[in-house]
């Protein structure tokens, strides 16, 4: 039986390594658009996450069908990936892997394999889970089944030392019983423990898990206020998790969402630029059921400031 974390405000004592602790998240300036789906001349664009090689160098990983009005067949989007080198301006390099979505790429401490790939591919009818490895984060290899039942958006590696903490939401049913999960595993894909309930919710849609420190990850989950998400207004929370404890943090994004947008937050979450943090989101001018030939979907990055007592 999962065990159920704690939510909302706790009575805990956070502490961290240098005294101080996240209290709150505040976003002082407007969304930069880094891309577009005209931009690489795609139908569509989902799911990105962008990581900084040891050169200097982003990559941005990302979900897309190349097909305008995906609807219909979500499945047939693929995994893509640009490179830049100031964090802004990006080149599309091309496909890294087929039939893969609700997908996300980490560094983690593997010299010979320093590559970690989680995504989400049908197999016999179900959605599973699985892990890759890389050496150089094009050509992945060695794929893991990490889990058998629905994992949906969206799946979230954190590095760990010698083990990663894995976000990702589990749904029994079309739009119902929604939860997001956190689970451990070596490097190797080994399952250290067994997945516990962090958030839950018909009303969950999306989540980003950012890893702040070495104590503490911030999430940031999505919040429709209707099941199916076709209305344009959603609301974000954040929260500080440390162990087995959430405390909510006041969360000032939702002053940035535009009318007629649908916004999620992006994997893993946090990108830092010209020592700048920012926070990854993807907008939408359509939800996924009213997907069409002239749905525009775009990649933003809003720069993020934590409030530290």
Known sequence: MKKILLLALVSVAFCSCGGKV??????PEPPIEIASNADFGMGLINYFNIIRLPDGTYRMYFSGNEKSGVAEDEWSQNLYLAESDDGFHYRMKGRVMDALIESSV???????WPFRLVGSQME???????LWKSRDGIAFTGRRLLYDFKHDTQNVLVPRGRKMKL???????????RRMTLSEFTLDGDPL?????????????????????????????????????????CVFRCYLADGPFLRELPCGLNRWVEAGEHWYIAAPGFVFIGGERYLALNTRSESHEQSHNGMVSKYKLIKTKLEYR
């Open 22 to 27: 996240p209290v709150g998240v505040s976003f």
């Open 106 to 112: 980490c560094l983690v401490e593997d010299k010979e």
């Open 124 to 130: 016999e009818g179900r959605h599973c889970l699985f």
């Open 193 to 233: 423990g067994t997945a516990e309930e962090v958030l839950a919710g018909d009303f969950l849609y999306n989540n980003a898990a950012c890893k702040v420190d070495e104590k503490y990850d911030l999430l940031f989950p999505t919040y429709y206020n209707t099941h199916g998400g076709t209305t344009d207004a």
């Open 167 to 177: 976000y990702s939401r589990q749904t029994q049913e079309h739009y119902k019983n």
